[in-house]
């Protein structure tokens, strides 16, 4: 096959297979006595693998897969698919989490202008250390008064804060909390967060399904190469 055959069935260009054997993607191709490419119909399945493995494990893990592949390292292939299905659980877990979060958390009020880490560590009952110890995480990120250097605590921040204390209230490390925080400030608040995590939900679901896809196309693959 030539290059514009494999390009043709996936709407690719002549130049992107030849990106793509250049990469380790496609195994190296045969050359005709003028110096062409020639392709078989292994390349044809090595292309469908990839173009089925990207969008479950995205474009640098299926290169990677590929690469280990091609080169006859099946195991090393295999490992990175299980690391990658791992990425995967891991972000189940903190959708979980979040989840969890939302459903046990009292309603929070609506906060107010700025404060210092003073009022707010009396109002939240907490160390001044412990306000501190959060910003360090990553949890709360006051900005610094550029006359004083004190810290200066936004609304957003003093919601994160009483987020965060009624968190650990809960038992949850600040391992744990920092990425829950990440994803409410994303979402603009709790109330909408609750609607953002059908749609993450969706996505971790068609990531999960799309490896399905691409796990069968590998398997047809390494088939290929064997027969």
Do not use: C
Request: net charge positive; no cysteine; aromatic share 4%.
């Amino acid at each position: 096959m030539r290059p514009v055959d494999l390009a043709r069935e996936h709407g690719l260009s002549t130049q992107a297979i030849r990106n793509y054997e250049e990469a380790g993607i496609l195994p190296a191709a045969a050359r005709t006595a003028s110096g062409y490419r020639s392709y078989t119909p292994a390349h044809a399945h090595a292309l469908r693998a990839f173009l089925a493995l990207a969008p479950g494990h995205g474009h640098q893990t299926a290169t990677a897969i590929m690469r280990a592949v091609n080169r006859g390292a099946v195991d090393e292939a295999l490992r990175v698919i299980d690391e990658s299905h791992g990425l995967l659980l891991d972000d189940r877990r903190v959708l979980q989490a979040v989840d969890a979060a939302l459903r046990d958390l009292v309603p929070l009020p609506q906060e107010r202008g700025e404060t210092f880490i003073g009022p707010l560590s009396r109002r939240l009952g907490l160390r001044p250390a412990t306000l501190r110890k959060w910003e360090q995480a990553g949890i709360i990120r006051p900005r610094r008064d550029p006359r004083t250097g004190y810290r200066v605590y936004s609304a957003t921040d003093v919601r994160d804060a009483r987020l965060a204390h009624q968190l650990r209230r809960g038992g949850y490390l600040l391992e744990q909390i920092a990425p829950l925080i990440a994803q409410v400030r994303s979402a603009g608040g709790v109330g909408p967060l609750e609607s953002a995590l059908h749609d993450w939900q969706a996505r971790l679901s068609s990531r999960g399904r799309a490896m399905l896809s691409g796990a069968a196309a590998l398997d047809a693959y390494l088939h290929a190469r064997e027969g």
